[in-house]
């Protein structure tokens, strides 16, 4: 199983993106779906997840108030909005599935997490 995270891009500082998470032939419904970023040689941050049976959410400090993580469960597909984009959100992005629970109950943590997908590279600059 392989999640895939899609429309990562290069963006002015102030700027939006909205990243996709698509699991093709593996259903999304009943997990918990995590947003990661990783920069080279610093380990891999929970930035958001979101719950599937009652939508519960969470995210880091460092992009509370700025990212919003939605899903739209007929197109099996979780989304990450990003404004007010930042030099220091530059990163690759990943999405993963956390199949133990469905219910977000803290920042996403890289072990509670097992299926995961490539990421998609993020870019904040002028």
């Known amino acids: 199983v392989q999640l895939q995270a899609f429309w990562g891009g290069l963006v002015q500082p102030g700027g939006s993106l909205r990243l996709s998470c698509a699991a093709p032939?593996?259903?999304?419904?009943?997990?918990?779906i995590g947003w990661f970023r990783q920069v080279p040689g610093k380990e891999r941050e929970g930035v958001s997840c979101?719950?599937?049976?009652?939508?519960?959410?969470y995210w880091s400090d460092s992009v509370k108030g700025r990212f919003t993580i939605s899903r739209d469960n007929a197109k099996n597909t979780v989304y990450l909005q990003m404004n007010n984009l930042k030099p220091e959100d530059t990163a690759v992005y990943y999405c993963?599935?956390?199949?133990?629970?469905?219910?977000?109950?803290?920042?996403?943590?890289?072990?509670?997490?097992?299926?995961w997908g490539q990421g998609t590279q993020v870019t904040v600059s002028s």
């Open positions: 032939g593996f259903s999304l419904d009943y997990y918990a």
């Open positions: 979101i719950g599937y049976t009652d939508g519960s959410t």
């Open positions: 993963a599935a956390n199949t133990m629970r469905s219910r977000c109950v803290s920042v996403p943590r890289q072990y509670e997490y097992d299926y």
